[in-house]
């Protein structure tokens, strides 16, 4: 392997690893967004911590409908 392909080879690497890095700062950020979210809804609507996903599904699309 030549100089040149070495460094192509550590290149390729570094990005690959710049990009893990961002993907997993963005799944972090994903999840502590949808728990702020949760906990924000939970803090409005008491009432749906006892929910099934799918109550609370239809629990809000009946407070978008009326």
Not at 27 to 55: C, N, Q, W, Y
């Amino acid at each position: 392997m030549t100089e040149n392909e070495k460094k192509l080879e550590q290149a390729k690497h570094r990005l690959e690893e710049a990009q893990m890095r961002d993907r997993v700062k963005e799944r972090k950020a994903r999840t502590h967004r949808l728990i702020v979210h949760g906990a924000a809804l939970e803090s409005m609507f008491p009432d749906t911590k006892e929910m099934s996903e799918e109550e609370l599904k239809i629990y809000l699309s009946n407070l978008i409908k009326n």
